[in-house]
C-alpha cells in the first residue's frame, strides 16, 4: 500500500510534460527527482489540515472501539467465552494501523514532509503496511471460514478447527511481511529545496518497472483479490441461512450484505484513484495540471476515507453480533461487580452456540 505522505506516483517517473530537474541526496547519495510547472490551483494547506483532523477522529474512534476487542478477547478467558480468532486479530491489524497515524498527521501539517528520520518512516511505514495488508487478508479469511464451517464442517472437532485457523492467522502475517517488506526496503530520506521527503527510491534501471509492480500490486492484494473472496463467500453464506423464515436469520442476512458493502464503499475509491494515477505516469491518459491537481487531492482524500473501515470493522463484526454483547456486559460485570451475581443471570439469558459467531450459530 502506498504510505499516506508519498505525493502521486508521476512525480517520481519522467514524463514528457516535465520541465525542471532537481537534485536530491541522501547519504551522500544522489537522485534526481522531476518537478511539474503546474500552477497550484489546488489549496493544499486546507487539504491537509482537513485531513489531518479526520485522521485524528479516526485514530480516537479506531483506538477505542478496537482496544475494547482485543480487550474482550483477553476478558474471555475469565468468563468461559472463546471469542472468534480471525477478529481478535483483525482487531490487533486495525488497531497497529490507528497507532501510526498521529506519526502521518505530523507529516501532513507539513505538507508531506518527514523530519523523523529514515529509521523512523521505515519502521511507520513498515507496521502500517503489514497490519492495513493483514486487515484485508483477514476480513477474507474470515468470511471463508464462516462458510465452511456451517456448509462443510459444522460437525468438525472445535479443537481441530482452532488449530488450523491458528495455522491461518500466522500465514496472513507472514505473508503480510512479505508484500509490505520491499517497498520500505527502498524508503529513503531525501531532500531537496531545503525540504526532506521519506519516499521509495528503486535501483535506477528499472525503476519505473519497479514503480508500477508497487502501484499495481497494491491494487490486486489490496482489492482485486480480496474483495471478490469476501463477496462471494459471504453470498453463499447468505443463502444459506436464507432457507430459513426465521426474522433473526434474515436480519443477519442483511448484516452480512453490509460486510460486503463497507468494503466496497470503504476501498473502491481508493483503488480506482490508484490506477488513474497510474495510467497518467505511464501515459496511458493524457496528462493536464487539472489532472494533477485533482489526484493529488483524490488520492489524499480517498486513502483517509478507506482507514474509516478501522473505525467500522470492530463494530460491524463485533458489537453487532448478539455474542459479543454479552460478552462485554459479562467483562465489566466480572471486573466490577463479579459479586453481584448479575452475570449468572446474563449467562442464563445468553443463547448457547457451538461456533463464535451469531451468524453461525442462527444457520445451524
Request: with cysteine; proline share 3%.
Amino acid at each position: 500500500m502506498n504510505t499516506m505522505d508519498l505525493p502521486p506516483i508521476f512525480e517520481l517517473v519522467e514524463v514528457e510534460n516535465l520541465t525542471e530537474t532537481n537534485q536530491t541526496c541522501s547519504s551522500g547519495d544522489c537522485i534526481t527527482v522531476d518537478s511539474l510547472s503546474c500552477p497550484n490551483l489546488l489549496n493544499k494547506s486546507a487539504l491537509l489540515y482537513s485531513l489531518s483532523i479526520f485522521y485524528i477522529f479516526i485514530f480516537m474512534i479506531g483506538l477505542v472501539a478496537n482496544l475494547v476487542v482485543v480487550w474482550m478477547n483477553f476478558q474471555a478467558k475469565t468468563t468461559g467465552y472463546e471469542t472468534h480468532l480471525y477478529i481478535f486479530n483483525l482487531a490487533i491489524a486495525d488497531l497497529c494501523v490507528v497507532i501510526t497515524l498521529p506519526v502521518w498527521v505530523v507529516s501532513l501539517v507539513q505538507h508531506n514532509q518527514w523530519h523523523m528520520g529514515e529509521m523512523t518512516c521505515k519502521i511507520t511505514h513498515l507496521v502500517f503496511s503489514i497490519n492495513l495488508y493483514g486487515s484485508i487478508f483477514f476480513l477474507a479469511c474470515m468470511s471463508v471460514d464462516r462458510y465452511l464451517s456451517i456448509a462443510y464442517f459444522s460437525t468438525s472437532s472445535s479443537v481441530k478447527k482452532q488449530r488450523i485457523r491458528r495455522c491461518i492467522c500466522i500465514l496472513v502475517w507472514l505473508f503480510a511481511f512479505l508484500v509490505s517488506f520491499p517497498d520500505t526496503y527502498y524508503l529513503k530520506t531525501i531532500s531537496s529545496n531545503n525540504e526532506t521527503y521519506c519516499r521509495p527510491v528503486y535501483p535506477e534501471e528499472n525503476a519505473k518497472e519497479w514503480l508500477a509492480g508497487m502501484e499495481l500490486s497494491s491494487v490486486v492484494l489490496g482489492f482485486i483479490l480480496p474483495f471478490p473472496v469476501i463477496a462471494i463467500f459471504y453470498c453463499l453464506l447468505a443463502r444459506a441461512i436464507s432457507a430459513s423464515h426465521d426474522q433473526e436469520r434474515k436480519s443477519n442476512g442483511k448484516i452480512i450484505f453490509s460486510y460486503v458493502i463497507v468494503f466496497l464503499v470503504c476501498w473502491l475509491p481508493y483503488h480506482i484513484v490508484v490506477l488513474l494515477d497510474f495510467f497518467l505516469a505511464f501515459h496511458f491518459i493524457p496528462f493536464s495540471c487539472q489532472m494533477e491537481n485533482f489526484l493529488y487531492a483524490a488520492l489524499h482524500i480517498t486513502q483517509c476515507f478507506s482507514l474509516v473501515h478501522c473505525c467500522i470493522n470492530p463494530i460491524l463484526y463485533s458489537f453487532i453480533n448478539r455474542n459479543y454483547k454479552y460478552e462485554l456486559m459479562k467483562a465489566f460485570i466480572f471486573k466490577y461487580s463479579a459479586k453481584t451475581g448479575l452475570t449468572k443471570l446474563i449467562d442464563a439469558s445468553r443463547v448457547s452456540e457451538m461456533e463464535y459467531s451469531a451468524l453461525e450459530q442462527n444457520a445451524k
